[in-house]
């Protein structure tokens, strides 16, 4: 059974204190490792996809990168609106005859001025 | 370009009513998917389909049931519904099981509570 476990489960930072997240995952055979965003009241939206060990990606103050336990979101110099919560979730060869999609916990990012 | 549409936003449910909750899709995508989110739980698969008239049981699909006549629309209902089922339900779809890049099509939830 495909398993992911994210921490911290809430993080605070200041305006421009980089920090990382940390998303470690147990699948039999990893298809996709995928991060979203999630703001209050609204559903998550996608921020990338990692297939396989190496593999990084970037978008404005952010990088995901991914090993073959676990995958990292980092944030640099992040500002107040990069406040939310930021989901981890992979799918293994198991999940592939429905898509299914399995989720951590998430963490909780708030950043202060 | 709607995408998903869930209905309705929120809803406050005396124990043992029944609701059904509203999915609906767009984008013509085959794979539709029913989440609930608790807190510190993340998100759990309840139902999906596979395509129009299928349905299938997730990780926690006790006490719901599901239904897929058309394509672009996905229902969850609750028959008789219990305090433990409070969570924001989610629905998602996907053009098929290989997921594309970008994974799954989120619609914005349903805040549910049941007292």
């Known amino acids: 059974e495909d398993q992911v476990t994210q921490s911290p489960e809430a993080l605070r930072l200041q305006e421009g204190e980089s920090s990382s997240l940390n998303c470690s995952y147990t699948?039999?055979?990893?298809?996709?490792l995928f991060w979203y965003r999630q703001d209050p009241g609204k559903g998550p939206e996608f921020l990338f996809t990692l297939y396989s060990a190496g593999e990084e990606k970037e978008k404005e103050r952010l990088k995901a990168t991914l090993t073959k336990k676990e995958s990292f979101l980092h944030i640099t110099a992040p500002k107040p609106e990069d406040s939310a919560t930021y989901l981890c979730?992979?799918?293994?060869?198991?999940?592939?005859?429905?898509?299914?999609?399995?989720f951590g916990q998430g963490t909780i990012l708030t950043v202060h001025p | 370009n709607a995408g998903v549409t869930q209905t309705p936003k929120f809803r406050v449910l005396k124990t043992g009513q029944s609701m059904t909750l509203l999915c609906a899709q767009d984008m013509n995508h085959e794979y539709m998917y029913w989440y609930r989110q608790d807190p510190g739980m993340g998100l759990r698969l309840i139902h999906y389909s596979v395509g129009e008239g299928t349905t299938a049981k997730g990780e926690v699909p006790d006490g719901y049931n599901v239904s897929r006549l058309k394509k672009q629309n996905f229902l969850l209902g609750l028959e008789s519904a219990a305090p433990s089922q409070t969570s924001v339900y989610f629905c998602a779809s996907s053009y098929s099981r290989d997921l594309p890049s970008h994974g799954y099509t989120f619609g914005s939830g349903t805040r549910l509570t049941v007292v």
């Open positions: 979730a992979v799918q293994g060869a198991g999940g592939t005859s429905y898509g299914k999609l399995t």
């Open positions: 699948v039999s055979g990893l298809r996709g």
